[in-house]
Nanobody, 126 residues
Framework: VQLQASGGGVVQAGGSLGLSCAAS????????MGWFRQAPGKEREFVAA????????KYSDSVKGRFTISRTNAKHTTYLKMNSLKPEDTAVYYC????????????????????WGQGTLVTVSS
């Protein structure tokens, strides 16, 4: 398994949850790391992504200001801290990696990501 996501669970609206993604990728710093999510009956959507050096971070409008993505290269781990959770954040969250071939550019489209983890379920109750 190259990407192992963990930390999902059930939380009440307004609460917080943290996800982790442990990567067994060679040359971890060559990858942009991201999170996508897929709610029941909906398409997979971009959540957040971070460049290899934590310098560039992108967020979807729906999570901006509430979620924070970060990575620790020494541990080959990417994090997603989720605050002020809403019921509409309920989804399976997928960790993903894209080989950085454009000098730190952080993509937001799923097709640009090469490696996908198995997903972890986040349920936000109202």
């Amino acid at each position: 398994v190259q990407l192992q996501a963990s930390g999902g669970g059930v939380v009440q609206a307004g609460g917080s949850l943290g996800l982790s993604c442990a990567a067994s990728l060679r040359a971890f710093t060559r990858y942009v790391m991201g999170w996508f999510r897929q709610a029941p009956g909906k398409e997979r959507e971009f959540v957040a992504a971070v460049s290899w050096n934590n310098f560039t971070k992108k967020y979807s409008d729906s999570v901006k200001g509430r979620f924070t993505i970060s990575r620790t290269n020494a541990k080959h781990t990417t994090y997603l801290k989720m605050n002020s959770l809403k019921p509409e954040d309920t989804a399976v969250y997928y960790c993903t990696a894209a080989l950085d071939s454009r000098g730190g550019f952080v993509p937001v489209d799923a097709y640009e990501y090469d490696v996908w983890g198995q997903g972890t379920l986040v349920t936000v109750s109202s």
